[in-house]
């Protein structure tokens, strides 16, 4: 026990010693916000960092360009992975603070790299793209877990900055991505209209019947979309429109029962037009977040021993969702929020990436390496907490099958 606690002593010190080149990390990736798939400039960093202690990273893991891997640690297992998400939002920059999440799990790795003779197994870094679902084939981690890579882990936690200091017990929105095409004629819009068949009407016929439809769901529903395109020209009927649809719910049960409602309003609006319809999701679907308790439990401990006041959750309603809840649907995961700013600076806006880049957000950074580094120790260290989090893994909603 006594030996532990030396040992996290020591990831202590090591993470402030690194917290200037953390920090200036964290600083540039902010500076520079890339987009899903994009992240090339964040990838720079964090492997540059990587290589400054002596850990190799592997780009381009799983077929994208931008995901990567690193390993710490003299035996594979047990394996603790820890995540790091790179990626900004268009317009609104790091909104989401995800320049924070990358350089805190770099410096949990780089930390544990000084002690890793301790580590009766490994600790697996993996950079994890393209997280919010603002580009063509989001959730890197889903590709990440198709692509088997974390078929070896035994235990996941990240961070994400936050309003609050919480561990995120309240979980999220099973999500998928859709986008609706519609194709109709093109005719002059005033010398022949009765020739033209107008895919715009399709769109707009589309919109009153998902706004009527949400009525008539459970309040946790989510559907919200956005015309992408709306025709060219007055003057021309509308050949082609399209939109996009993000559909939100509990589980993934709930949302393939309201997705088939969504994808019926879009068939009838076309219907209604006259117009072709085609359908296509956009982004694999992400799952919702369930929570390891054991791990969370393990975790809060540890930024409480840093100083940390740990919340069980957000405390005001409101649920996202993140290709993380694939991950926590495959091995025991736990993400913590680490707060970065007053509650009255929503995620996903400038006031969110402005605190982002700001002095409490340092801290926060800091708070997170230290606190993912002791607790990747504990769960290595002591098989009892692993098999704990495992047991309550095994007997939660069941493992589901990534979906393809
Ligand atoms: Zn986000
Ligand atoms: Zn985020």
């Not at 301790?118 to 990440?144: D, I, R």
């Not at 091995?331 to 600076?345: K, L, N, R, T």
Request: aromatic letters at 4%; hydrophobic letters at 45%.
């Amino acid at each position: 026990m006594g030996e532990i606690e030396e040992v996290k002593r020591q990831v202590i010190a090591e993470v402030d010693r690194l917290a200037p080149k953390l920090w200036e990390a964290a600083q540039i990736i902010g500076r520079n916000p890339e987009l899903g798939h994009q992240e090339t400039q964040a990838v720079a960093t964090l492997t540059r960092l990587l290589a400054s202690g002596d850990i190799e990273a592997e780009i381009g893991v799983a077929g994208l360009a931008t995901a990567w891997r690193a390993r710490v640690g003299s035996r594979r297992r047990p394996t603790v992975a820890l995540l790091a998400e790179m990626d900004a939002l268009p317009n609104i920059g790091h909104g989401c603070g995800h320049n924070l999440i990358g350089p805190s799990a770099v410096g949990a790795t780089l930390a544990l790299k000084v002690v890793e003779e301790y580590l009766p197994g490994s600790v697996l870094l993996l950079g994890t793209p393209a997280e919010e679902s603002t580009v063509e084939n989001s959730g890197g981690k889903v590709h990440l877990i198709r692509a088997g890579e974390f078929d070896n882990v035994d235990a996941c936690i990240m961070f994400h900055p936050s309003q609050y200091t919480n561990m995120s017990l309240e979980g999220s929105l099973a999500a998928r991505g859709v986008d609706f095409i519609y194709h109709g004629k093109a005719a002059h819009t005033s010398l022949y209209p009765w020739d033209g068949i107008n895919a715009l009407d399709g769109v707009l016929h589309t919109f009153a019947g998902i706004n009527a439809l949400r009525q008539h769901v459970r309040p946790e529903i989510r559907m919200h979309g956005v015309v992408t395109s709306g025709g060219g020209v007055p003057n021309v009927v509308p050949q082609m429109a399209s939109c996009r649809f993000r559909v939100r719910a509990p589980d993934a049960e709930q949302l393939e029962s309201v997705f088939r409602q969504v994808v019926q309003c879009a068939e009838g609006g076309a219907l209604m037009a006259g117009a072709r319809l085609e359908v296509g999701e956009y982004m694999p679907p992400y799952e919702n977040v369930v929570p390891n308790l054991t791990l969370a439990q393990a975790f809060r401990k540890n930024l409480e021993a840093i100083g940390l006041t740990v919340l069980d959750g957000r405390p005001e309603p409101g649920l996202g969702s993140t290709d993380f809840g694939n991950v926590t649907r495959r091995v025991p995961s736990i993400e913590a929020g680490i707060s970065i700013c007053e509650p009255d600076a929503p995620h996903h806006s400038a006031a969110f990436a402005e605190a982002a880049l700001s002095e409490k957000a340092h801290g926060a950074l800091i708070a997170a390496a230290k606190g993912l580094a002791m607790t990747a120790i504990d769960l290595l260290t002591d098989p009892m907490l692993l098999g704990e989090a495992q047991k309550e893994f095994a007997a939660g909603p069941g493992r589901l099958r990534p979906q393809v």
